[in-house]
């Protein structure tokens, strides 16, 4: 129901886009997020945005480099665009969606009902 897309391979210092689309049921109402999880490595928190698209969180490695969107015309589409990118960003990205929750658990993996499958991203030095 949540389907990742955008990954690929990309120098350090370049961008990339990253979707998620949701299909199945309406997920308009429902929070969004991107973890990823590194190669022997615990699933991170990478960002989320609100069911309105008014709020949005960031994980600390992420910070301004980082943006997290939503289609303001279908909210079942989520994005993630990344910029600056460097070796320690290649992982495999997942999207993941939650019924609204507290904002302090938007960072929390184990908020989230639904996931996507996962799009690699590896950074090339």
């Known amino acids: 129901q949540l389907q990742a897309s955008g990954g690929g391979l990309v120098q350090a210092g370049g961008s990339l886009r990253l979707s998620c689309a949701a299909s199945?049921?309406?997920?308009?109402?429902?929070?969004m997020g991107w973890f990823r999880q590194a190669s022997g490595k615990e699933r991170e928190f990478v960002a989320a945005?609100?069911?309105?698209?008014?709020?949005?969180?960031y994980g600390d490695s992420v910070k301004g480099r980082f943006t997290i969107s939503r289609d303001n015309a279908n909210k079942n589409t989520v994005y993630l665009q990344m910029s600056s990118l460097n070796v320690d960003d290649t992982a495999v990205y997942y999207c993941?969606?939650?019924?609204?929750?507290?904002?302090?658990?938007?960072?929390?993996?184990?908020?989230?009902?639904?996931w996507g499958q996962g799009t690699q991203v590896t950074v090339s030095s």
């Open positions: 993941a969606t939650t019924p609204r929750t507290a904002l302090s658990s938007l960072a929390v993996a184990t908020s989230y009902d639904y």
């Open positions: 199945g049921r309406t997920f308009r109402d429902w929070d």
């Open positions: 945005i609100r069911w309105s698209g008014g709020t949005t969180r």
